[in-house]
């Protein structure tokens, strides 16, 4: 049985528990005494599966009855676009089409000024950062505003080494947060059944990485997903995702999921 399915089944049943031991003004995330949920994806390069998790951990905090803000940062603005083209699916109707949270592109260097006024309400922001070695000025402000830092890494020795960038400029940016944030890698587009995934995770481990527990696999069904809307099939691994986030997050933050 591979980890990720361990995960699955441990966080089912702790994240329900650890959330009931809060007290309620704690445990809803619409109060005032909880701060929301500020996740950013984030890498070195492109292609790694920033945008592809910013939408599906979107849809599932959405689902679970959240609010979110996705906020696109990224200039190539490929997450609104994704919307965009999802809304004119004619399949559906623009109800059913559009994603089910607000969506604003802000690719700035004044990102984590900013978005605290335009997210005042919502429980879960996600930020879709563009790439580092590109837009380094946006990155970094998003990297600023955000607490938890998600880096999504394939299981490959290439994808692992330019996580190292990430992290320095993580530690960089430390020096002017209010808060130190926390970060993980996000094993993404894993090979079920391969020995990749745990080697890989036990590379980021001993490099120092917080690693997630649930690992995302390869799959046509995210491969295919730009531009069309999210349906059911492929979310439960998001949800598990999500479900650590607001695991690892407790009890500062708290987001139903
Ligand atoms: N888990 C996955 N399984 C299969 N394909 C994936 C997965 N995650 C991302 N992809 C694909 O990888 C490509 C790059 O993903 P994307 O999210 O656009 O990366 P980034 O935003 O980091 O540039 C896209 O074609 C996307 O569909
Ligand atoms: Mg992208």
């Not at 906020?71 to 089910?100: I, Q």
């Not at 070695?133 to 880096?151: F, K």
């Not at 527990?213 to 439960?236: C, K, N």
Request: charged share 25%.
């Amino acid at each position: 049985m591979s980890r990720c399915v361990n995960r699955e089944f441990s966080l089912a049943y702790r994240v329900p528990t650890l959330l009931a031991r809060l007290p309620n003004s704690v445990r809803r995330c619409d109060t005032a005494q909880v701060r929301g949920l500020r996740v950013a994806l984030a890498n070195l390069k492109p292609g790694t599966g920033k945008t592809t998790s910013a939408v599906w951990l979107a849809h599932v905090f959405a689902q679970a009855g959240n609010s979110v803000l996705l906020v696109d940062a990224d200039p190539s603005g490929s997450a609104l676009e994704w919307s965009d083209l999802a809304y004119m699916d004619p399949r559906l109707t623009p109800s059913e089409a559009a994603f089910p949270f607000r969506i604003v592109a802000l690719p700035s260097r004044e990102l984590h000024r900013r978005v605290p006024e335009i997210a005042h309400a919502d429980d879960v922001v996600i930020i879709d950062t563009p790439q580092l070695e590109d837009h380094p000025g946006i990155a970094r402000s998003a990297l600023r505003y955000a607490d938890e830092i998600l880096i999504p890494c394939a299981p490959s020795p290439i994808e692992i080494n330019r996580t190292t960038p990430v992290r320095d400029e993580i530690d960089e940016v430390g020096a002017v947060r209010d808060r130190p944030a926390r970060s993980a890698v996000l094993l993404n587009r894993c090979i079920a059944r391969a020995h990749s995934t745990n080697d890989a995770r036990q590379a980021l481990e001993r490099l120092g990485y917080d690693v997630l527990g649930t690992a995302v696999p390869r799959l046509e069904v995210y491969a295919q997903s730009f531009g069309m809307p999210i349906r059911q099939p492929g979310r439960d691994v998001w949800h598990y995702v999500a479900r650590e986030l607001v695991e690892r997050c407790l009890p500062l933050h708290a987001a139903r999921i």
